[in-house]
């Protein structure tokens, strides 16, 4: 397909609305490419205007991902995103361009790579550091198969911050067989600024600019001298790893190529073309910028990272009105008053210092402030660490990516019983990130490790007394609470705690009333759903708080006086807080019917939090819903 410029000029997305898939890309004359990339950068920026979604990342890797699939064989080699919010340019020029209104929305396209989306979705991306591995997989499985092609993971500089990345170049650099590129996008930032020695190494890219600049002033001015260029050149091969990151990764093995301009494409496309005809692993070392084209998301691409709805021409606007505080909020301002209460208080976040709610903690207690980069594990049991040492390590992490540290959190946190607060965002159902990003398992995996604790706060104000509660116990305690706000329900200024392990009664049913006796036993902010669906039962209901320990005395004295019982949680049901209901009443050998209504064995797709709910049949109406069918079944 060969368009020119002339041919689209009404249209400012003329040229590509020609490209369906990369086939037609890799069809276009070269010249033409850096007018498509913009064109690609425009869409780009009004598309994600509309709907809200990663912005700042996706702008850094237009020229990238043009030239990656105008080189490669897509979807014959494999192209694996790392981490999968990078590739809003990639599904653009995958057949997706008119899909994109529908990004993250129910029943829409996802914000991150999904392989029954896209046979270019070779690999399900959205939890960082897996792309090396999976592309090693891959590239190993056409070497065993006979099968000619590439397999590329493009991995943000943020993820390479994390064991995995290094466990899986670490294999890679000995493996014999299999065409492996790794293409490190460095762009200096992850989520939040990025940490770290490593990062301070792969910083080291000033340098080596000044290296590249310096080394092609020397080649011209000594060119014409022979012997002295040939000395050059040995020198250059002796200072090359004391100035770039290269010694690093060629020391796993790697061919180490960069650092080069990510954004020029007349520089991309022939490196990436000579590389397809070299032997052994490649490690390509690309530098862009975030929010790149768009000057305000280049001056502030944490605040374009993830925004909602929003006029380009204006940027994003804070809303006139306060919006209510949320649970993350409410997190924030606790850590900094508990830690202005007790020194002992040290705060851990694994690359999440903006979205667990942690930048004024670090402003105010820079010395208590650990960002340890995107490392759940290492997280975790540093934490142990400063917690054998007397200190209150409060680890702020969000509950799909404490799954990520599992092993730590039994063998070096639970099994030590020592006292570890887990302050658990994004908890349940977490709307547009979708199913990589919900917080479904937590109470199913955490109250079946000995010596854990886990709290389930019903509103903003619970959450604060519940993050003392914990914070006051001697072993480890797990506080989960939602993305976003609550009910409205004001914290209170003071840090005092809620018993431990104890629930309360909310609604009491009428004593005088006939008609089955029902109790609804509520977990977390489902508290309020069941609320209302109670009144229309004429229900108790009663707010159990913590799923471990259970509130054993209180549920007992609630089935001998109810013929029903109803558990309500946002997480998993096979597991949960419902299962451990189930559990502790054949323990007391009362035998009532129960309804666990929950989270089903299934992923839940990305969409609108309330809507998602509702589905599940998780707010009110559905609430009331289930509770009749099961007691009409029952009768």
């Known amino acids: ?47 994600v205007a509309k709907t809200g979604g990663h912005l700042s990342s996706n702008l850094g890797t237009v020229e990238l991902t043009v030239a990656l699939h105008y080189v490669f064989d897509t979807p014959h080699d494999r192209l694996v995103w790392d981490v999968g919010h990078q590739t809003y340019p990639h599904k653009i020029l995958t057949g997706r361009r008119e899909r994109m209104a529908t990004l993250r929305q129910l029943g829409g396209l996802s914000g991150f790579p999904v392989r029954s989306e896209s046979e270019y979705d ?20 056409a070497a065993l198969k006979g099968e000619d092609r590439w397999s590329v993971a493009v991995i943000g500089d943020g993820a390479m911050t994390a064991g995995m990345a290094f466990e899986a170049l670490n294999n890679a650099g000995v493996a014999e067989q299999g065409k492996l590129l790794v293409v490190l996008n460095d762009n200096d930032m992850s989520i939040s600024p990025p940490v770290g020695a ?58 180490y190529i960069g650092p080069i301009d990510g954004h020029d494409l007349d520089s991309l496309i022939p490196t990436l073309e000579n590389l397809r005809h070299l032997e052994g692993p490649q490690f390509l070392h690309v530098v862009t910028r975030k929010g790149q084209g768009y000057e305000l998301a280049e001056a502030d691409p944490i605040a374009y990272h993830g925004p909602s709805r929003f006029d380009p021409a204006v940027g994003i606007v804070k809303p006139s009105t306060p919006p209510k505080r949320t649970f993350t909020q409410v997190f924030g301002q606790w850590l900094c008053d508990m830690a202005d209460a007790d ?24 010395k208590r402030y650990y960002d340890v980069g995107i490392a759940e594990q290492h997280a975790v049991t540093f934490a142990a660490g400063l917690a054998t040492e007397g200190l209150k390590p409060v680890v702020a992490i969000y509950s799909t990516f404490l799954q990520r540290a599992y092993d730590q959190l039994i063998h070096d946190v639970a099994l030590q019983n020592l006292p570890v607060v887990f302050a658990l965002d994004r908890a349940g159902l977490v709307g547009a990130d979708g199913a990589t990003h ?56 003071s840090l005092d705690p809620l018993p431990y392990g104890k629930g309360e009664i909310r609604r009491q049913r009428a004593t005088e009333a006939n008609g089955p006796r029902i109790a ?45 019982l109803v558990t309500v949680e946002e997480g998993a049901i096979m597991g949960g807080a419902g299962s451990a209901v189930l559990e502790a009443l054949q323990r007391l050998r009362c035998i009532r019917p ?10 839940i797709a990305h969409g609108d939090p ?22 009409g079944q029952g009768q």
Not at 122 to 141: C, E, P, R, V
Not at 594 to 603: I, M
Request: glycine share 6%; with cysteine.
């Open 122 to 141: 070779t690999f399900g991306t959205a939890h960082s550091s897996t792309s090396i591995s999976a592309a090693l997989g891959m590239a190993q499985a």
């Open 520 to 564: 609804i036993l509520a977990f977390g902010t489902l508290l309020y759903p069941a609320l209302e669906a109670a009144e229309a039962l004429d229900a108790t209901v009663v707010n159990m708080r913590w799923a471990k320990p259970l509130d054993e005395a209180l549920l007992e004295r609630v089935a001998q006086s109810h013929d029903w």
């Open 198 to 255: 490593l990062n301070r190494y792969l910083a080291q890219l000033m340098s080596g600019q000044f290296y590249a600049a310096a080394k092609n002033v020397g080649k011209s001015v000594l060119k014409p001298v022979p012997p002295l260029f040939e000395l050059a050149k040995r020198f250059e091969q002796q200072a090359k790893g004391m100035v770039v990151p290269a010694t690093l990764f060629e020391k796993f093995g790697f061919n």
């Open 610 to 631: 309330a809507k998602l709910l509702a589905l599940q049949g998780l707010d009110a109406p559905g609430i009331e819903a289930s509770i009749r069918a099961f007691v």
């Open 438 to 493: 919900a917080g479904a398992y937590d109470i199913a995996y955490v109250r079946c490790v000995p010596n854990m604790a886990m709290a389930c706060p019903a509103d903003e104000r619970e959450c604060r007394q519940l993050l003392s509660t914990a914070y006051a116990q001697d072993r480890p305690v797990c506080v989960r609470y939602p993305r976003g706000a609550g009910v409205g329900v004001a914290p209170l200024e």
């Open 1 to 47: 397909m060969t368009t020119t410029d002339s041919t689209h000029h009404d249209d400012p997305f003329g040229l590509l609305k020609t490209i369906d898939s990369p086939h037609d890309l890799r069809r276009l004359p070269r010249e033409q490419l850096k007018p498509l990339a913009a064109q690609l950068r425009s869409f780009l920026l009004q598309s």
């Open 343 to 366: 020194e002992r208080l040290v705060g851990i976040t694994p690359a999440m210092r903006e979205g667990s709610g942690m930048v004024e903690f670090h402003q105010r207690f820079p």
């Open 594 to 603: 129960v309804l666990q209504l929950g989270l089903p064995d299934v992923f």
